[in-house]
């Protein structure tokens, strides 16, 4: 049973360059949340989608956006990277019909920007 | 006051010790409640569920206190490997609907 799997593992960009993360979900899961989780920080909820829709979304600028793929796996897309956006990110999966705060989370991608 | 509020310790503890840690969190209205363990450098993962009437797991018992706002967890006859930050994630609410709302999680060692 495969569970969620992220790539990349490890990423350095640039101040004001553009990133792409992807994640697929764990197998019979269809909804995908994305977290930030800064150094000695808690994950900081991004946004969820479901049904290749945004369903949820938190207190992230605009910079901060994503797409749902019909085979359930996701992407997310930060654009004019600042300093401040690195952090690891992190994908968890869920079922729409179940509680989606019962999730399953990948390993991250560790993102830093110089 | 942060929204949701964990003690981030370091909780230190010899092997058989009973620990407890708390979540305090801001709105009376939030419904889900959940404890997640994370090691150092790995995903958090999913230790289990709160509910109103307390939930139990082996070694492992949450309770909810909606008077007070505050969610527990305890461990009981502590081992090795329960060294690791335990998150509590809340639902809160943001823009018209609730979203998951991590506390930055408490450390715990447990040591020999």
């Known amino acids: 049973d495969a569970g969620v799997t992220q790539s990349p593992t490890h990423l350095i960009k640039t101040r004001g360059q553009q990133v792409t993360l992807r994640c697929s979900p764990k197998s019979g899961h269809d909804t995908v949340s994305w977290y930030q989780q800064a150094l000695g920080q808690g994950p900081q909820f991004i946004f969820q989608?479901?049904?290749?829709?945004?369903?949820q979304r938190g207190n992230f600028p605009d910079r901060f956006s994503g797409h749902q793929f019909p085979n359930y796996s996701s992407e997310l897309n930060v654009n004019a990277l600042l300093l401040g956006d690195s952090a690891l990110y992190l994908c968890?999966?869920?079922?729409?019909?179940?509680?989606?705060?019962?999730?399953?989370f990948g390993p991250g991608t560790r993102l830093t920007v110089t | 006051r942060k929204e949701v509020e964990q003690d981030p310790g370091p909780f230190n503890v010899p092997e058989g010790a009973t620990v407890a840690f708390n979540c305090t969190y801001s709105n009376s209205a939030s419904q889900s409640f959940f404890w997640y363990r994370q090691d150092c450098r790995k995903e958090p993962k999913l230790l289990m569920s709160v509910y109103s009437s307390g939930n139990e797991d082996g070694r492992f018992t949450a309770q909810l206190n909606r008077a007070s706002q505050y969610i527990s967890l305890l461990i009981r006859d502590s081992k090795l490997s329960d060294s690791a930050t335990y998150l509590c994630v809340v639902s809160l609410e943001a823009g018209g609907s609730y979203i998951p709302t991590f506390g930055r999680g408490t450390s715990l060692i447990v040591h020999p």
């Open positions: 968890a999966s869920s079922t729409g019909t179940g509680n989606p705060y019962e999730q399953y």
């Open positions: 989608y479901y049904e290749e829709e945004e369903r």
